[in-house]
């Protein structure tokens, strides 16, 4: 069982959609939680960090659930500039982070 | 600032030939890392360092060699290049090594072939 699973998708949404990702994680003693996102032939940047309450940053909401070793991504209101492929990161055994395979989404006018 | 930079951007080599990808950071981190992206499998940690003299494995270490010698440069040494080390390879760099704030900021990448 690979240590961070996501769904590839790929999920193809029209403009306007709410879309949600799951990704779960093996590792129960896990405690670092972040989504990444990347654009086409492009480096990871940090979309958001996940806390233990969940959060929000504008039309985007993480949530995590630990009893069910798994973390979320809510999208509001998608735009075209929202298509990309979204990677959960969960920090392993050494503080070292591990990267599930990545969501791709698409979003269509 | 730069952030990190990699060199090269592409490269293609025989197999059995070396070569060292380069890796610069200048926001003072002390957590740098490398990694490989393939298709399917998402970024695979190779090596990383805590800090300057101390580097240690990560996931799929076979083949590679690391240094650290400064706080600002990471290279990665492939000693025998092999078709199975055909990939995107990303070098990166964080503040912290553990907790929420260990933000990694990532170089554009080498695109490496081996034939």
């Known amino acids: 069982r690979k240590e961070v699973e996501q769904d590839p998708g790929p999920f193809n949404v029209p403009e306007g959609a709410t879309v949600a990702f799951n990704c779960t994680y093996s590792?129960?003693?896990?405690?670092?939680f972040f989504w990444y996102r990347q654009d086409c032939r492009k480096e990871p940047k940090l979309l958001m960090s996940?806390?233990?309450s969940g959060n929000e940053d504008g039309r985007f909401t993480a949530q995590l659930n630990r009893a069910s070793q798994y973390i979320s991504l809510l999208i509001r209101d998608s735009k075209l500039s929202d298509s990309a492929t979204y990677l959960c990161?969960?920090?392993?055994?050494?503080?070292?982070?591990?990267f599930g395979a990545g969501t791709r989404l698409t979003v269509k006018p | 600032n730069a952030g990190v930079t990699q060199t090269p951007k592409f490269q293609v080599l025989k197999t059995g030939q070396s070569m060292t990808l380069q890796c610069a950071q200048d926001?003072?981190?002390?957590?740098m890392s490398w990694y490989r992206q393939d298709p399917g499998m998402g970024l695979r940690l190779i090596h990383y360092?805590?800090?300057?003299?101390?580097?240690d494995q990560g996931e799929v270490p076979n083949g590679y060699n690391v240094s650290r010698s400064t706080t600002e440069d990471f290279p990665l040494r492939l000693l025998s290049a092999a078709p199975s080390q055909t990939s995107v390879y990303f070098c990166a760099s964080s503040y912290s090594l553990a907790g929420p704030y260990n933000e990694q900021f990532f170089g554009p990448g080498t695109r490496l072939t081996v034939l």
């Open positions: 926001m003072n981190h002390e957590y």
């Open positions: 996940v806390y233990s």
């Open positions: 360092s805590v800090g300057a003299g101390i580097t």
């Open positions: 590792n129960s003693a896990s405690q670092s």
């Open positions: 990161v969960v920090n392993g055994n050494n503080n070292d982070m591990r």
